[in-house]
């Protein structure tokens, strides 16, 4: 994973908060982050380096979801996701088809939306059954690489479809997020948001980074 990618995935993080109006968007916005490429030992040598210089150091990381639970640390809290990736929690049908939707007035005006919502809906169909054919999970398993099997393919083909340039890149998915409501965010995305203001709570109590 590289370092593009794991910032996209802070920012879908903060996407997320603001959309739920939760506490944590304002720790999101101007973290101290460290990218280690989904690798709880990596996350642990570093934060322990950092440590020694300052003793009391508390940290959080989040994984995509790995093979075996990250190491339980009381200092470095760690935890994954439970589906593959984060982009997973954006991969709605609703929210594809709004996106699609917004583009196409952004783009041509309000008479051409119905027009790139359709051809969106038409090309979820397409990469499905196209997925189920290559014997890989649905767009909405929690098993998939949304990211790489789903989104990238979908939005390489819808805009073909379109004769228009991509303008949904793979560094922009956070975008997607602008789409999607607070009802349709499930509660674990709430709950790791909870443990990042718990981690911060716990930081300031200490006197770290103050």
């Given at each position: 994973m590289g370092r593009w990618s794991e910032a996209l995935d802070l920012a879908i993080l903060l996407a997320l908060a603001r959309i739920l109006e939760h506490p944590a968007a304002a720790l999101l916005e101007s973290p101290y982050v460290h990218y280690v490429a989904n690798q709880p030992r990596r996350a642990q040598e570093h934060f322990y380096g950092v440590r020694e210089a300052t003793p009391g150091l508390v940290g959080m990381a989040i994984y995509d979801r790995l093979e075996q639970a990250p190491p339980v640390d009381p200092n470095l809290?760690?935890?994954?996701?439970?589906?593959?990736?984060?982009?997973?929690?954006?991969?709605?049908?609703?929210?594809?088809?709004?996106?699609?939707?917004?583009?196409?007035?952004?783009?041509?005006?309000?008479?051409?939306?119905?027009?790139?919502?359709?051809?969106m809906s038409e090309t979820i169909d397409e990469i499905e059954q196209a997925l189920k054919a290559?014997?890989?999970?649905?767009?909405?398993?929690?098993d998939i690489k949304a990211?790489?099997?789903?989104?990238?393919?979908?939005?390489?083909?819808?805009?073909?479809?379109?004769?228009?340039?991509?303008?949904?890149?793979?560094t922009d998915y956070h975008k997607l997020a602008e789409h999607i409501s607070a009802a349709e965010i499930p509660d674990e995305v709430t709950e790791m948001l909870d443990l990042v203001v718990d981690v911060a709570g716990r930081a300031n109590a200490r006197g770290v980074g103050s």
């Open positions: 809290i760690q935890r994954m996701w439970k589906r593959r990736e984060i982009e997973n929690y954006l991969c709605l049908r609703t929210v594809l088809e709004k996106y699609a939707w917004v583009e196409g007035e952004k783009q041509l005006g309000e008479l051409f939306s119905d027009a790139w919502r359709e051809t290559l014997g890989k999970p649905a767009p909405w398993s929690p990211s790489d099997d789903f989104l990238d393919p979908l939005f390489k083909r819808f805009f073909e479809k379109l004769q228009w340039p991509n303008l949904m890149m793979k």
